[in-house]
């Protein structure tokens, strides 16, 4: 049996949400939250992690890559990691010593 690989290409960060925040008078200025969560962000990572949470594993192998590039830094771990942990195959993930992984709060 033939065995089709889909790849999911693009962009990715790491999303913080901060849980319960409260602000002061100024835009945007976060006085206090309750909790910090991360997750995977941008649409190829998101889309990758979703498809293989379906149907992880084909034919006893993972089909589900992603194509993009990460920093060599923490931020770029827990990607690697949130992807490892839902049966990515990150073959075609660079990991780049010359860039930082991005980050967006939530």
Request: glycine share 10%; proline share 2%; aromatic share 2%.
């Amino acid at each position: 049996m033939k065995i089709s690989k889909i790849i999911c290409a693009g962009l990715n960060c790491l999303d913080l949400q901060l849980i319960g925040c409260t602000q002061s008078g100024q835009e945007e200025a976060i006085e206090h939250y309750d909790n910090a969560v991360y997750c995977a962000g941008g649409s190829s990572l998101q889309t990758a992690i979703a498809l293989s949470m379906i149907n992880p594993v084909v034919g006893g192998r993972k089909h589900i890559q992603v194509l993009t590039k990460l920093g060599n830094d923490r931020n770029g771990e827990i990607l690697l990691d949130f992807m490892t942990k839902a049966g990515v195959d990150t073959q075609l993930t660079l990991v780049d010593p010359t860039v930082a992984t991005a980050m967006a709060i939530l």
